[in-house]
């Protein structure tokens, strides 16, 4: 089935060390999107792909950056991770001809 | 504007009651909105979706509004069900240089009373 997958589940990483989270999907949507979501909050929009060109929210920190090598993958690297940023990350795609969005099932981070 | 809220309304039903779940939006100019249910440690799950040009649509079991004068948004859901309890997140499509950009209203929690 066609779909937005996120890997890994869960993710433990300790305090200031990098980590990535990956994001695929098989929809063949032109935009992908990375939503930070913390507990009893809704997410929040960190970034965004259109095709290649990359979209940075004017108050997402610099200590987030995105790669999307290619329409099916988009990855999300925290440089150095604090405690607040212990949350789940949401990668979405959507199409410009349906706008609908499609959520992955979203990485759990903890930071130790 | 941005969601910020830090406390998640919540509504409790009985099972088998109609419940109605209300969101207010930002930006007149959205012309796209989109109601998504949420269950602890999931992803958002698309549930109905409703352009400006239009006033109500209907799906199944469930029905949005679309107020433009108001500038709000309901979802309801006919004959809840324990399978319904979940936080339910109204989305308006916020179109700038970029293309389009989803923003989320604060939630709601919908617990169902057996």
């Known amino acids: 089935d066609a779909m937005v997958i996120q890997n890994p589940r869960y993710q433990v990483t300790q305090f200031g060390k990098p980590v990535t989270l990956s994001c695929s999907q098989t929809?063949?949507?032109?935009?992908m999107y990375w939503y930070q979501q913390k507990s009893s909050q809704a997410p929040k929009l960190l970034f965004h792909?259109?095709?290649?060109?990359?979209?940075n929210e004017a108050d997402t920190p610099d200590n987030f950056q995105s790669r999307r090598p290619n329409t099916s993958f988009c990855f999300l690297d925290i440089r150095s991770p604090g405690l607040g940023d212990a949350a789940m990350y949401l990668c979405a795609t959507s199409d410009v001809t349906n706008e609908k969005l499609f959520f992955g099932s979203g990485t759990q981070l903890s930071v130790l | 504007g941005e969601s910020v809220g830090l406390h998640l309304p919540t509504l409790s039903v009985q099972e088998g009651d109609n419940s109605i779940i209300n969101c207010a939006y930002s930006?007149?100019?959205?012309?796209?909105f989109i109601w998504y249910k949420q269950e602890s440690g999931k992803g958002p799950q698309f549930i109905i979706d409703?352009?400006?040009?239009?006033d109500k649509r209907q799906g199944q079991r469930v029905t949005v509004l679309l107020n433009k004068t108001v500038k709000h948004l309901s979802l309801q859901i006919a004959a809840t069900q324990p399978g319904d309890s979940a936080v339910y997140f109204c989305a308006e499509n916020h179109r700038d240089n970029y293309g389009q950009n989803f923003v989320f209203g604060p939630g709601t929690r919908l617990s169902v009373l057996p």
């Open positions: 930006n007149s100019a959205s012309d796209y």
């Open positions: 409703i352009r400006s040009n239009m």
């Open positions: 792909y259109y095709d290649k060109d990359f979209n």
């Open positions: 929809l063949n949507h032109n935009v």
